[in-house]
């Protein structure tokens, strides 16, 4: 099956640092969208971006939906601890069916304080 | 509260001794759908269902099964165990499709000896 390329797959950050990442995938996605997965708990959903261009906001988060239809991104501005977790992108495309929902690989974020 | 169950949280079991891991949303949700999260792979789909008595095979359905005979319930069963089915399983559920928020449960870890 169809997955996105996500990368950096782990960061090492300091606290108040900005931290960025990205999703590629060699086909079109008609929807995009970001979660975050805690220690020991399901993804929770943070964003979601469903028009080329669109960027949209989530209090310190900024994601981006790609003009090629191709690629997002995520930014998580002035990190704190609890930001620390895995991160991952998601994708749905048409030409997959409105059912299946494709996901990165996941960039884990550790915040020294 | 909204909320998606999974049971059990935590499960080791020997090959070949069939199990069943219940999923399990208060939400009336019509879409559910089974994961497995694999370090390094992200999330590959297992089994969706749009609806009561809809199923359908995900990216990596073999070795499952899965049935929807009520809206609320939708169990991932392992008939035969093996030790490449040990993972993390999450069910979720939104609305309708993928284009609607999702909620995930909180994980089944799965060790199969």
């Known amino acids: 099956g169809q997955q996105l390329n996500q990368s950096p797959q782990s960061m090492f950050i300091q606290e108040g640092e900005d931290v960025s990442m990205n999703c590629t995938s060699s086909?079109?996605?008609?929807?995009w969208l970001w979660y975050k997965q805690d220690p020991g708990e399901g993804p929770v959903l943070l964003i979601a971006?469903?028009?080329?261009?669109e960027l949209t906001s989530n209090g310190r988060l900024t994601a981006q939906f790609g003009i090629t239809r191709k690629d997002s991104f995520l930014n998580i501005s002035a990190s704190i601890p609890s930001d620390v977790g895995i991160y991952f992108c998601?994708?749905?495309?048409?030409?997959?069916?409105?059912?299946?929902?494709?996901f990165g690989q996941g960039t884990r974020l550790t915040i020294n304080p | 509260e909204a909320q998606v169950t999974q049971n059990p949280r935590y499960l080791i079991t020997v090959t070949g001794k069939k199990l069943t891991v219940t999923c399990s949303q208060n939400m009336n949700h019509e879409y559910m759908s089974w994961y497995r999260q694999d370090p390094g792979l992200g999330l590959r789909q297992i089994y969706y269902?749009?609806?009561?008595?809809?199923?359908d095979k995900g990216d990596v359905p073999e070795g499952y099964k899965v049935s929807r005979k009520e809206k609320r319930n939708f169990p991932l069963i392992l008939e035969s165990p093996s030790p490449n089915q040990t993972s993390l399983y999450f069910c979720?559920?939104?609305?309708?499709?993928?284009?609607?928020?999702?909620?995930f449960g909180q994980g089944t870890r799965l060790t199969v000896v």
């Open positions: 269902s749009m609806n009561v008595e809809v199923t």
């Open positions: 979720a559920s939104s609305y309708r499709t993928w284009d609607t928020e999702a909620f």
């Open positions: 998601a994708g749905q495309s048409k030409s997959q069916g409105a059912q299946k929902l494709v």
């Open positions: 086909s079109i996605f008609n929807t």
């Open positions: 971006l469903y028009k080329a261009g």
